[in-house]
């Protein structure tokens, strides 16, 4: 794909820079935006540590791709879509007295139209989660009545294509379609307990790679003239196949396909937790990719997608009669969004550097009471820009480095996270973060720390200072890590 202005795509520059700035004023923890039209990039800003060449964690986006690959295998005659799961997987069914389990066809685990009740894979801590699936779930409806979420049947899909093909996934992926279009040879998956990808979560990708698949999928499935899938399997992929309001409203509850979700203006996105998005515009031609970690923030998916077609899509020029939708060259425009988004940081906690309280309790060791974070005992350390949170735990002792009202590049000091398979514990493994802290008051210093590695969470720590006691609360957003970063406790200071 080549690279333009915003006017020759009929897109004005300033919409595009209005738009950034109610993301901006939101506070959303943006990572990079991509804004394409055609086969031309007409947009596109990382924002540091972020770079075009980094593989960024897609989360559920990655269930369009297994979506993708169900749809190849089906091209090859390796399955029907109205199969019953159960055909391929029996000896992992034994013992399940729930027959809808094996009866569900692959058509409704597409449409996640298979109800289910079942304990989280994570906190089951299975040897293999293709097992954990059928023998510790069952189904709450007749498969094919309603809408319901359902990651792990969406694992299971891409299970079935490994299985099937005798390839993982992205081997697969690479043979049918990556290869072809331009996709990384850096993009990969992480892996569950059992061996198999973890296929509802955990692709790891260029935004690029993000941005060629939409295309492709945009394109009905061709490629530089070449139909490589379905064309009718990529239309229906695409449709509203099944109603998901009132289980979701405003961008998400427009309908679902094959694990795409249909948005505003019969749009189709590929969706991933904190705000992972392929938006993809057919009567336009538009395609937006914005990667962040906006996890906990339930308004910003609405915010992003909503204003996007608000600000952008919707304002776009439609092509006249000869084709054309470029508008006149604005260069001053061009400049002044270039500048604004070439300006922009990763968010971090906004509020005062610095308060008078400081020098009461910098470098003052806090004793906390019995609390369920395991907490024994805290202080701060503060510089002139930088600061210290020092701290003792089950894992011993523990300091995180965090910017005042900017970001602070590092490790979190939490030993022993799962790095290529999920939910195993990785003993000597870190991960990269960005910290910073600002005092909200006089008395209230928060703490921001942003996970920022092939897994993204959120942690916040308010510090309330009282005389020679502090109050401590913690709380995340994070799938499957810092969890024992949740909770509330009290200390003293000691003389």
Not at 146 to 157: N, P, Q, R, T
Not at 186 to 195: N, T, V
Not at 258 to 276: A, R, T
Not at 384 to 391: I, K, Q, T
Request: aromatic content about 12%; some cysteine; charged content about 25%.
């Amino acid at each position: 794909m080549i690279k333009t202005t915003p006017e020759r795509t009929g897109i004005h520059s300033s919409h595009i820079k209005e738009w950034i700035q109610g993301i901006e004023a939101a506070k959303l923890s943006t990572h990079n935006i991509i804004i394409a039209r055609g086969n031309e990039i007409l947009f596109e800003n990382y924002r540091p540590p972020f770079h075009a060449d980094l593989t960024h964690r897609m989360y559920s986006v990655t269930k369009s791709f297994v979506a993708i690959a169900v749809g190849f295998a089906m091209q090859d005659g390796l399955l029907g879509l109205d199969d019953p799961i159960g055909k391929y997987f029996p000896s992992e069914l034994e013992g399940n007295p729930d027959p809808n389990m094996g009866a569900q066809t692959i058509r409704q685990m597409l449409m996640m139209s298979t109800p289910k009740k079942g304990r989280s894979w994570f906190y089951a801590r299975s040897d293999d989660r293709v097992k954990e699936y059928f023998q510790h779930a069952t189904t709450s409806a007749p498969c094919g009545s309603a809408f319901m979420y359902d990651s792990s049947g969406s694992f299971i899909l891409g299970a079935l294509v490994e299985r099937l093909t005798n390839k993982k996934l992205i081997d697969y992926l690479r043979e049918k379609l990556f290869d072809k279009i331009g996709v990384s040879k850096q993009a990969r998956f992480l892996f569950c307990p059992g061996g198999h990808s973890w296929g509802d979560s955990a692709l790891l990708a260029k935004p690029r790679d993000l941005l060629l698949t939409a295309r492709f999928m945009l394109n009905g499935g061709s490629w530089d003239g070449e139909q490589l899938l379905d064309s009718e399997y990529v239309r229906t992929a695409t449709s509203k196949l099944i109603e998901t309001h009132p289980a979701r409203s405003g961008f998400s509850g427009q309908g679902y396909g094959y694990q795409i979700w249909k948005s505003y203006d019969d749009s189709f996105l590929f969706n991933g937790m904190g705000c992972q998005f392929a938006l993809c515009i057919p009567h336009s031609d538009i395609i937006m990719v914005y990667n962040g970690d906006n996890q906990g923030i339930d308004f910003a998916g609405e915010l992003i997608i909503g204003s996007f077609f608000e600000k952008v899509a919707r304002r776009a020029k439609m092509p006249d009669t000869n084709g054309s939708y470029s508008l006149p060259e604005n260069p001053d425009a061009h400049k002044e969004l270039l500048d604004y988004a070439n300006s922009l940081v990763l968010a971090s906690e906004d509020g005062d550097m610095h308060s008078d309280i400081e020098k009461d309790i910098d470098g003052r060791w806090y004793t906390l009471e019995e609390n369920p974070m395991g907490i024994k005992k805290l202080r701060l350390c503060f510089g002139d820009d930088v600061g210290r949170f020092e701290y003792t735990n089950a894992q011993g002792d523990k300091v995180l480095q965090f910017g005042l009202c900017k970001n602070e590049f590092g490790l979190f000091p939490e030993e022993g996270y799962s790095r290529e398979v999920g939910s195993v514990y990785c003993p000597g493994n870190y991960y990269k973060c960005a910290a910073s802290a600002a005092w909200k008051s006089r008395e209230h210093l928060k703490l921001n720390v942003q996970i920022i590695d092939d897994y993204f969470g959120r942690l916040w720590i308010d510090l309330v200072f009282d005389g020679d006691t502090v109050k401590v609360k913690m709380k995340k957003t994070a799938e499957d890590f810092l969890d024992t970063y949740i909770g509330e406790a009290v200390g003293k200071r000691e003389n």
